[in-house]
């Protein structure tokens, strides 16, 4: 039976993610698979499942093929997709809302990207007293000509982990 205050975060895991030309995530492969497990762990469990589906101009217009979310991990009716406009997952979205609305107060998240939408995300839910596990293998991001994706995940699990947020690997995590 799954915890009634504990969410799973999937954030901007989108088609973009996976059709820049010549780019492509870091363990991308890897990630997707321990996303899929994770998603499909928490649905039996009956944890509930939050979608983040970042919104704005070019790859991630409303509605466009880039926007959507992956048809590896389609939200099933009662899902809650949120759109967000930014890069931290709770400025200007209804997240936080939503989240004290169903009585959420431990975060599970994964996705892309993780310098980005995940480090802010993370940081943000920190601020506003969420108990957060990032899964430490299951979120990613690309080469970014200083460092490779591999040093940004390394980099930010260590950042991120024990400050802010809980590390676990995706075949620790329980829902």
């Known amino acids: 039976m799954a915890d009634p205050h504990t969410a799973f975060i999937l954030i901007d895991v989108q088609e973009a993610m996976f059709s820049y030309p010549g780019l492509k995530l870091y363990d991308e492969e890897g990630v997707m698979e321990r996303i899929v497990s994770l998603l499909d762990r928490a649905r039996r469990s009956g944890t509930r499942v939050i979608y983040i589906q970042h919104t704005e101009d070019e790859e991630y217009t409303k509605g466009t093929p880039t926007w959507q979310i992956s048809s590896k991990v389609t939200p099933l009716p009662g899902e809650k997709v949120i759109e967000k406009p930014t890069w931290d997952a709770f400025h200007l979205t209804g997240l936080q809302e939503e989240l004290q609305r169903q009585g959420i107060s431990h975060l599970i998240i ?38 490779s994706g591999k040093e940004i995940v390394r980099h930010h699990n260590g950042i991120l982990g024990g400050r802010f947020v809980t590390l676990k690997p995706a075949s620790e995590v329980i829902f």
């Open 110 to 147: 994964a996705g892309m990207q993780s310098e980005f939408c995940l480090d802010s995300t993370c940081r943000r839910a920190f601020s506003l007293g969420y108990s957060t596990i990032l899964v430490e293998d299951a979120h990613s991001t690309f080469d970014n000509g200083r460092l």
